[in-house]
């Protein structure tokens, strides 16, 4: 029982910022892992953040460590990615997913996806 609509998404020349935002709502929500991934045209969707229950550490992708972080704010309901430095690599949706228990870090271990968000970014 869970339901996530991202948002914040658009077009953004390369260098710039961008702040995703993932509203929840559900039972336990906050002791649910957290996750970004995104899908580029043509491409399989990709891990891009990772976040456990509130205090947890966090993980993220490679290409993204030192631009991107994930954080949360359990009395909002709201799972956050701040991207910073964007590159034209970084254009694709982006989706936030839920993950009731561990069952894996792949895109088939999460349970609950929302729609995505479009990042376009522009040379």
């Known amino acids: 029982q869970v339901q996530l609509v991202e948002s914040g998404g658009g077009l953004v020349q390369a260098g710039g910022s961008l702040r995703l935002s993932c509203a929840a709502s559900?039972?336990?929500?906050?002791?649910?892992?957290m996750g970004w991934f995104r899908q580029a045209p043509g491409k399989e969707r990709e891990f891009v953040a990772r976040i456990g229950w509130p205090g947890a550490s966090t993980s993220y992708a490679e290409s993204v460590k030192g631009r991107f972080t994930i954080s949360r704010d359990s009395t909002k309901n709201t799972v956050y990615l701040q991207m910073n430095s964007l590159k034209v690599d970084d254009t694709g949706v982006y989706y936030c997913?839920?993950?009731?228990?561990?069952?894996?870090?792949?895109?088939?271990?999460?349970?609950?996806w929302g729609q995505g968000t479009q990042v376009t970014v522009s040379s």
């Open positions: 559900g039972r336990t929500f906050s002791s649910y892992a």
């Open positions: 997913a839920a993950q009731v228990r561990y069952r894996g870090t792949s895109p088939d271990a999460y349970d609950y």
